[in-house]
T-cell receptor
Framework: GESVGLHLPTLSVQEGDNSIINCAYS??????FIWYKQESGKGPQFIID?????DKRQGQRVTVLLNKTVKHLSLQIAATQPGDSAVYFCAEIPNQAGTALIFGKGTTLSVSS | DVKVTQSSRYLVKRTGEKVFLECVQDMDHENMFWYRQDPGLGLRLIYFSYDVKMKEKGDIPEGYSVSREKKERFSLILESASTNQTSMYLC??????????????FGSGTQLSVL
């Protein structure tokens, strides 16, 4: 079936650096994408979303980029902080009625001081 | 803020037991979901529901059933627990896909151990 994957299972950065977490998706019909952050012992929390009619969306310290040509999604975190350490998941919704979110396997971001 | 509450944070059960995992959301969301999360496998969808008394199979429904008798409550049932059902179970809800409100809000999870 269709799946969403991430390029790297782990990413280590220094505090203050910018982080880029990548995700490749396989369903060209998907029209909505979300990034989630999951801290240890907690459920995933919504970070930012983007629809397929957009290429870029910015939030507070985070930016999501969507490249539909190569079916690639990325999450950029500016000035990474220790509190950003978590597992990050991308998720997609295929453009079909009654279809639930499909999640990638996650990238663990470790931020060192 | 939306709150999704899972009744237990940790559960330990024995093989063959019938297990109920309860989930309640307080924001009148139409849709509710059950996922399991395992190391290296990410989140996998077990069942979901778009309305009261309605249910749809996800990617891995075998060994599970669900119940949605009220809009705010979605229960996951393991009819006869097995050791391969040891996992973190996550409940989620979303407002209404038809209105473009698809993003999921998650509970804190239930770590189930089947011995």
């Amino acid at each position: 079936g269709e799946s969403v994957g991430l390029h790297l299972p782990t990413l280590s950065v220094q505090e203050g650096d910018n982080s880029i977490i990548n995700c490749a998706y396989s369903n060209s019909a998907s029209d909505y994408f979300i990034w989630y952050k999951q801290e240890s012992g907690k459920g995933p929390q919504f970070i930012i979303d983007i629809r397929s009619n957009m290429d870029k969306r910015q939030g507070q310290r985070v930016t999501v980029l969507l490249n539909k040509t190569v079916k690639h999604l990325s999450l950029q975190i500016a000035a990474t902080q220790p509190g950003d350490s978590a597992v990050y998941f991308c998720a997609e919704i295929p453009n079909q009625a009654g279809t639930a979110l499909i999640f990638g396997k996650g990238t663990t971001l470790s931020v060192s001081s | 803020d939306v709150k999704v509450t899972q009744s237990s944070r940790y559960l330990v059960k024995r093989t063959g037991e019938k297990v109920f995992l309860e989930c309640v959301q307080d924001m009148d969301h139409e849709n509710m979901f059950w996922y399991r999360q395992d190391p290296g496998l990410g989140l996998r969808l077990i069942y979901f529901s778009y309305d009261v008394k309605m249910k749809e199979k996800g990617d891995i429904p075998e060994g599970y059933s669900v119940s949605r008798e009220k809009k705010e409550r979605f229960s996951l049932i393991l009819e006869s627990a097995s050791t391969n059902q040891t996992s973190m179970y996550l409940c989620a809800s979303s407002l209404d896909r038809r209105q473009g409100e698809e993003k999921l809000f998650f509970g804190s999870g239930t770590q189930l151990s089947v011995l």
